[in-house]
């Protein structure tokens, strides 16, 4: 069911998802995917959960830079499959209509970057970044980009624009901190 209603938000969009065509879709009655997933947002998050199930590794290379290149890179190798990129634009473009569905986003967010700040931590611990670096804001400024050139402008996000990434984000990081 999960499948059919990816399959229907890369196709269609948001707007095109409904109950009729993931049963189609998923050779079920209507009834079947209505009594699971009663509305829209809840087939919706469940494409997205299916798609946080995708292990995004978090870096242990002995340097801040090196894990955040490699986080990147990591991220990247994601977003390079079709289907995964045209989904999150699909929900991206959904949330604007959809409450329910711009909380979930923001709860996965919220739990994405939760467990990316293991790596900040550990560059802390290390004497890179001072301990009252904020994970999530240094994290939203690291992939920020990666995510608009994959979603967006669609360039390539090669090594070298990944390094540029981490220099950049590291930079305003430690430029708002020098600031408190």
């Known amino acids: 069911m999960v499948e059919a209603t990816r399959n229907e938000l890369v196709r269609g969009g948001y707007g095109a998802l409904n109950h009729n065509a993931v049963a189609v879709a998923a050779g079920v009655a209507r009834a079947t995917v209505c009594r699971r997933w009663p509305t829209r947002a809840i087939l919706a998050m469940d494409s997205l ?4 199930r995708i ?16 986080f990147l890179e990591a991220i990247a190798l994601v977003l390079e499959d079709p289907s995964n990129r045209r989904l999150l634009q699909a929900l991206g473009a959904a949330e604007a209509e959809d409450p329910a569905l711009r909380e979930y986003l923001r709860e996965f967010w919220t739990t994405r970057f939760a467990s990316a700040a293991t790596l900040i931590e550990r560059a802390a611990e290390r004497g890179e970044l001072p301990p009252d ?3 999530e804001n240094l994290l939203e400024r690291l992939v920020a980009p990666v995510y608009f ?3 967006v402008s669609g360039g390539d ?24």
């Open 133 to 135: 670096t904020d994970p």
């Open 49 to 52: 959960r299916d798609l946080a």
């Open 149 to 151: 050139r994959a979603l």
């Open 157 to 180: 996000i090669d090594a070298g624009f990944r390094r540029n990434c981490v220099a950049l984000a590291l930079l305003e990081c430690r430029r708002e901190i020098r600031e408190r």
């Open 55 to 70: 292990p995004v590794a978090l870096p242990d290379t002995g340097s801040m830079e090196g894990d955040l290149e490699s």
